[in-house]
């Protein structure tokens, strides 16, 4: 039994593994974007069960009810900063917890995941479906970094500009959103190690691209609004003022 559906087991109180519950198919009945809360919120259970390591409590499934009357009730517009932040928050969860099954469902299917690193001044840039096959080019996992430098104040405001004097290389620590497309017009692509069929459909996915969050000690990250959902489209690892 894998160590994500082990925690799931602690949720029941059983060691046999069809007794699991199928949360996936718990959302089936919601839209895009309630469909991921719901996933956060489940794997919010999972990481606190999973933390317990004590005798099985009704406590944690018990909620399930309650989530599913509040996803009943009209969210905020997506535009809306508040359901951005939401979303984000979630999103750090299931990093900080590596799960690599739920990050999954935030990854676009027809577009994938694009990932971007350098290597000397050239992009490398790779695209993803499965955050557990993914390595670097120095062959670590996505997940080889502190995720608490995720945990901050995501401020919606005038992204930092680049600074090479500076101690995280830009012109203000911290984490930052713009509902802005910065890689649009970078055209990063015209160098990478790409095909002309794999640039057709990254460039499609590129406009897609609704907010931008730069987060000034790890990544730059890039998500889409697509049929009301919010989505992982891009993440550039590369560190500013190294080529």
Do not use: H
Not at 118 to 146: E, H, Q, R, W
């Amino acid at each position: 039994m894998g160590d994500f559906q082990g925690r799931l087991v602690c949720l029941r109180g059983s060691e046999n593994p069809a007794d699991v519950p199928d949360f996936y198919t718990l959302a089936s009945n919601y839209s895009t974007m309630k469909k991921i809360i719901l996933l956060f919120f489940l794997a919010g259970i999972v990481q606190a069960c999973s933390e317990k390591q004590g005798p099985y409590s009704t406590t944690a499934t018990d909620s399930v009810p309650t989530v599913k009357k509040e996803l009943s009730e009209e969210l905020p517009p997506p535009s809306d900063i508040r359901q951005f932040k939401w979303f984000y928050s979630g999103f750090v969860k299931l990093i900080s917890f590596q799960a690599d099954t739920l990050l999954n469902k935030l990854i676009y299917p027809a577009y994938g995941l694009n990932i971007i690193e350098s290597k000397g001044a050239m992009p490398v840039i790779t695209n993803v479906k499965d955050f557990a096959a993914f390595k670097t080019l120095g062959k670590k996992a996505f997940y080889d970094f502190d995720a608490q430098i995720l945990v901050c104040d995501l401020k919606e405001e005038e992204l930092p500009k680049i600074d090479c004097n500076a101690k995280d290389y830009y012109t203000k620590s911290g984490c930052f959103t713009r509902e802005v497309n910065t890689l649009k017009d970078s055209k990063i692509w015209e160098f990478s190690n790409l095909s002309k069929s794999q640039t057709d459909l990254l460039l499609q996915s590129v406009q897609t691209i609704t907010r931008t969050v730069v987060v000034t000690a790890n990544y730059t990250y890039y998500f889409s609004l697509i049929k009301g959902g919010w989505w992982l489209t891009f993440v550039d690892m590369r560190k500013p003022c190294q080529a």
